[in-house]
């Protein structure tokens, strides 16, 4: 969103919500929301086919960082879903009814962007919760990362340091979570979500921005 709880972003809401009416979409995840409670009010009623579950940066809601969902009212059990903050502002839960009576647990990120140890301290953390009680895993992990797991998910070439991937790869792997992207074109061209925009210097193309699913949810899915 690069800020959609400020004024004059009003037009990126108006698209958003206009998109998920023609294409139909249950459910769409945004990050770096920037998204006021009294925003998020006022957008509810101005917006009145979505409900809208947004976790805010705890201390600078209108200027940091912020996740949300977005709930099609006309396809969504959206009365009845279940909302944990994981990480406040940085990590969102929804356990949602789906299909016939079951459940599904999607978690929607925005990673930081800033120092590989303020990364690596967000995946760590992650993790732990995640290790602490297995229940609170995802069956759905999406959203901006700000990091790769593969060099060549970067142009040029680089890889993110050990101690951002580390811990990012024991999450996906205990949670039993896989790149359904990477696991459909694998050995392709890779699909970059990202560029620089910077004069005078060499930009860059990265894929930064994910969807991992279970195993179970992978061979059900396709785009």
Request: hydrophobic share 35%; net charge positive; proline share 4%.
């Amino acid at each position: 969103m690069k800020g959609g709880g400020v004024a004059h972003t009003n037009g990126k809401w108006r698209t958003i919500t206009r998109m998920m009416k023609s294409q139909s979409l249950s459910i769409l995840a945004l990050q770096e929301t920037h998204l006021t409670e009294e925003h998020r009010t006022e957008l509810e009623r101005r917006y009145d086919r979505v409900r809208i579950i947004s976790s805010p940066d705890p201390d600078n809601d209108s200027g940091k960082g912020g996740v949300a969902f977005l709930l099609n009212k006309y396809n969504t059990q959206w009365k009845d879903v279940e909302i944990e903050h994981t990480i406040p502002g940085r990590a969102l839960t929804m356990k949602v009814t789906w299909g016939h009576g079951s459940s599904m647990r999607i978690t929607a990120v925005y990673a930081p962007a800033g120092t590989a140890v303020e990364k690596a301290e967000f995946w760590t953390s992650l993790r732990d919760i995640w290790r602490r009680d297995r229940t609170k895993r995802p069956d759905v992990l999406m959203g901006d990362l700000n990091m790769v797991e593969s060099a060549l998910d970067r142009l040029p070439v680089r890889q993110d340091t050990a101690s951002v991937v580390e811990p990012f790869v024991e999450l996906r792997s205990e949670a039993k979570l896989k790149d359904g992207w990477q696991e459909t074109h694998a050995g392709g061209k890779p699909r970059y979500t990202f560029r620089t925009r910077r004069r005078g210097v060499v930009n860059s193309r990265s894929r930064i921005d994910r969807i991992y699913v279970t195993d179970e949810l992978f061979k059900s899915s396709y785009e």
